[in-house]
């Protein structure tokens, strides 16, 4: 199993403000997948990322890929109360297995 | 759209008992996946299927056992239930064409 850590590991902030989500490994992965869970529902994919150095972004969330594809880091610009959620990251290796991190609890104030 | 499903939201068992927890898919995905997920420990693969009749061990499969009679479903079997096994357990496809996995809504259970 390759272990993935994310930090932080709780996160409150007031609505229009900005939070950034990391996630951090010493093993490197084919890909690193980032999913929002909300109460009572499975994970949902929210991007996956490939290349090292690759950036994307959604709407207002942008998504890194380290260099050395360890490590991954989240951005949400002006979050606002839907963006409230549990947030995962996952790494791929072997044959279609994923690595969780224990995820990031995001609650934005309205 | 990929659909999981799984044969409870909520689940009240005692222990000793046999549980069963069910996921179906209906995409004809090879793969399947059950998870266990708990507070600060994040998604635990338990068991995962390649195909049919196909089983792997994943990461924590004590006290779990799992069947794969029919593509479409993938069972999680406890069977004799204790109650460090309440938790919420969520199974997953991975689809190819995507390359991503999908989840079930989960299945809370608690085992008294």
């Not at chain 1, 909300?38 to 942008?62: A, C, D, H, N």
């Amino acid at each position: 199993t390759q272990l993935l850590e994310q930090s932080p590991q709780f996160l409150s902030i007031q609505e229009g403000e900005n939070l950034t989500v990391y996630c951090n490994s010493s093993s490197v992965f084919s890909s690193l997948q980032w999913y929002r869970q909300e109460p009572g529902e499975g994970p949902v994919l929210l991007v996956t990322v490939v290349t090292g150095g690759e950036v994307k972004k959604l709407k207002r969330l942008t998504f890194q890929f380290g260099d050395a594809r360890k490590d991954s880091s989240l951005h949400i610009t002006a979050a606002q109360p839907g963006d409230t959620g549990l947030y995962l990251c996952a790494g791929a290796w072997g044959d279609y297995k994923l690595s969780f991190g224990a995820g990031t609890t995001v609650t934005v104030r309205a | 759209d990929v659909k999981v499903t799984q044969s409870s939201r909520y689940l009240v068992k005692r222990t000793g008992e046999k549980v069963f927890l069910e996921c179906v898919q209906d995409m004809d995905h090879e793969n399947m996946f059950w998870y266990r997920q708990d507070p600060g420990l994040g998604l635990r693969l338990i068991y995962f299927s390649y195909d049919v009749k196909m089983k792997e061990k994943g990461d924590i499969p004590e006290g779990y056992s799992v069947s794969r009679e029919k593509k479409e479903r993938f069972s999680l079997i406890l069977e004799s239930a204790s109650t460090n096994q309440t938790s919420m357990y969520l199974c997953a496809i991975h689809s190819q064409v995507r390359d991503t996995q999908y989840f079930g809504p989960g299945t809370r259970l608690t085992v008294l």
